[in-house]
Each structure stands twice: as structure tokens, then as C-alpha cells.
């Protein structure tokens, strides 16, 4: 690993082809690093962060890789499904709008023409604006390599910080959200940064609140920027289970957030401004959910 002053770039002339050379070089223990929109691992070699000399270009496999796909299984995100090609396909705004509030967020109009979900997920930032969406939505990432194929969770994929669990013979062919999960009332997506627009988020929450009958019951709560990884929090959701307004325990979710998560101070943010402004995020969410959905007092 050197910064970036010479590189090998593969141009592989279909999926089975990038597979074959990524299994060849990963053998040679020389891995080749997949390539696609190219907007994180540029401003890593800009910056002068190590780079991996030997790149595998996706971006001449779109017509393989690319776009959204519906099927009866559910949605479809093409490794190289961009945040615009995702923004222009009307069913995702309808079934799916964590992921369109997620994409309209990501970066500006050239970030989103270029960055893809695969990417974002890849990059493994715990900032990242992509994943947490995903995670809402119970995604699972597909991984192929020449032995066969293999989807893992988004919420087990990630083995600590910017470490996944993908091995360097595999490459992520495409992100499925079942379909149980569309179509979903009380998607919820919120970033909270030093400003509106094009800013790296200091504190975020996506996640789904769906109410019946007073009740919360489809309840799934993403941290963002609060732990090393993109986060979901299983203590919070399972004190949420259930509850109406009038039952809903404020103390023990706050007891339940510091199971699920103890955020760090660092340059963006301290940790007590974290966990208090995801505490508010969280209890915001809710009534807001209850309110639009008919539950609220
Ligand atoms: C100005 C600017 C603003 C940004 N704003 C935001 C923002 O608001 N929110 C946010 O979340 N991000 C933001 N980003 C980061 C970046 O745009 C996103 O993370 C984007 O989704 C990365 O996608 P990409 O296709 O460009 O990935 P690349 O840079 O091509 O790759 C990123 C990582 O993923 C790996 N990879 C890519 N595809 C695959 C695959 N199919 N299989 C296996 N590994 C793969 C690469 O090897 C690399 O490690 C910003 C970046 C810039 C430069």
C-alpha cells in the first residue's frame, strides 16, 4: 500500500470476467479493489491516505450492475445503482422514501450521479447516509465470487470500524430489500450536520415507526455517527414494542440508547451532545410518527 502516484486498473468485460480476475489476484495476494463511482477512494488518494495500487473498474459493467430492479421478492438495488438513478424511480419515493430522503442527502447533484448505495456501503464511514436508510429496511447484501453466491444482513455486515465481513475474492452484485418491508408506514430519516446541505453528519436516526391502533408495533431504529459502524439498536427497539403514548417509558429508552450505543467525542461532536440530541431525534420521531398516523393524544 502506497498513495496513489501509480495504479493498475482492470476494465473487466463482464461481471463473470470481474469475478475471475478479482478470484486470480486475491490469490496472488495481490487483491484488486473494486472501483465505482469513484467518490470516496478519490478523496482518500487526494488526501494522500494509502491507496491500493490495483483497482477493478465496475463502471463499464452498468448495464449488469446498474439501476433499480423490482421483482417479487422486492427491490433490487444494482451495485452500481446510483442515489439519481434511485431518486428517478417513482415506485422507490412511494414504497421505499427512507431511501429517497436518504439519497436527496448524499452530497449534491454530482455526488449523486456517481455514488452508489454499494459504495456507501462499503466505505463502512459510521456517518454514512446510505446504510442507515438501507438498514430500516432490513437489506441484505449480496455478495458473489466465482464459488457462488451469498446475501448477509446489512446490520451483521460490518465486523468493526471501515471493516467488513465481505472477503477480497467477493463483490458486492446487489443490495435486496425484502418486500416485507416496503410500502411501510412511519419511514423516518433524519441528519443532523453544521448545516442543511452537503454536510457530514454528526448525529442521525433512520428508522421505521408504524403505528396500529395507538400502538407502536413495526419499530426499527438505525444510529448514525453514534458508534464505530452504522448502527441498529435492538435494546431501544424492543422497549418501543408495543408501547402507546401514554405507556411509552422515557427513562428506560435512555437506559436502552446506552446499551445500544455510546458514541464518541471527536471533531464533529462530543458524546454528550450525541447521545442527547439522538435521545431528542428518537422521541421526535415518535410523536411525529404517532401524530401522522392517527395515534397521537
Ligand atoms: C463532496 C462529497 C460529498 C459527500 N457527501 C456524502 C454524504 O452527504 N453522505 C454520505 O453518506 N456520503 C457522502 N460522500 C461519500 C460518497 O459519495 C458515498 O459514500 C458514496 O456512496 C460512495 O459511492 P462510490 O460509488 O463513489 O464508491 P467508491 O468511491 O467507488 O468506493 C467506495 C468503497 O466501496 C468499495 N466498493 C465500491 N463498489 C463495490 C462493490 N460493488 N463491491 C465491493 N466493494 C465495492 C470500494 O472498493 C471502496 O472501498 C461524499 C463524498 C464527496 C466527495
Not at 99 to 124: K, M, P
Request: aromatic share 6%.
Amino acid at each position: 500500500m502506497n498513495a496513489l502516484t501509480t495504479a493498475q486498473v482492470v476494465r473487466p468485460a463482464s461481471l463473470a470476467d470481474a469475478l475471475l480476475q478479482l478470484q486470480v489476484a486475491a490469490a496472488h495476494s495481490a487483491p484488486l479493489r473494486p472501483l465505482a463511482g469513484c467518490t470516496d477512494l478519490l478523496v482518500d488518494a487526494h488526501f494522500g491516505k494509502p491507496v491500493d495500487p490495483n483497482f477493478l473498474d465496475l463502471w463499464p459493467l452498468r448495464s449488469e450492475l446498474g439501476g433499480v430492479r423490482w421483482t417479487d421478492a422486492g427491490l433490487e438495488l444494482g451495485a452500481l445503482c446510483t442515489y439519481a438513478a434511485s431518486l428517478a424511480d417513482a415506485r422507490l419515493h412511494a414504497e421505499a422514501p427512507v431511501l429517497a430522503a436518504a439519497a436527496q442527502l448524499v452530497g449534491a447533484t454530482q455526488i449523486q450521479a456517481r455514488g452508489t448505495w454499494a459504495g456507501n456501503i462499503e466505505n463502512g464511514s459510521p456517518a454514512a447516509d446510505g446504510v442507515p436508510a438501507l438498514m430500516a429496511l432490513d437489506a441484505r447484501v449480496r455478495l458473489a465470487s466465482v464459488a457462488g453466491v451469498r446475501e448477509v444482513p446489512l446490520d451483521n455486515y460490518y465486523a468493526g470500524y471501515r471493516r467488513s465481513v465481505r472477503q477480497a475474492h467477493e463483490l458486492i452484485t446487489a443490495i435486496v430489500i425484502p418486500h416485507a418491508s416496503l410500502g411501510r408506514p412511519g419511514q423516518w430519516f433524519r441528519k443532523v450536520g453544521t448545516r442543511a446541505w452537503q454536510a457530514i453528519t454528526k448525529v442521525g436516526l433512520a428508522g421505521r415507526f408504524g403505528w396500529q391502533d395507538g400502538r407502536l408495533l413495526d419499530v426499527r431504529i438505525v444510529a448514525v455517527s453514534m458508534a464505530a459502524t452504522v448502527r441498529r439498536c435492538p435494546a431501544m427497539e424492543r422497549v418501543l414494542a408495543g408501547a402507546s403514548l401514554e405507556t411509552l417509558d422515557v427513562a428506560a429508552l435512555a437506559a436502552a440508547q446506552q446499551q445500544d450505543v455510546r458514541p464518541i467525542g471527536d471533531v464533529r461532536s462530543d458524546s454528550r451532545y450525541r447521545a442527547e440530541v439522538f435521545q431528542r431525534l428518537v422521541l421526535d420521531a415518535i410523536r411525529q410518527t404517532a401524530a401522522t398516523q392517527g395515534a397521537g393524544r
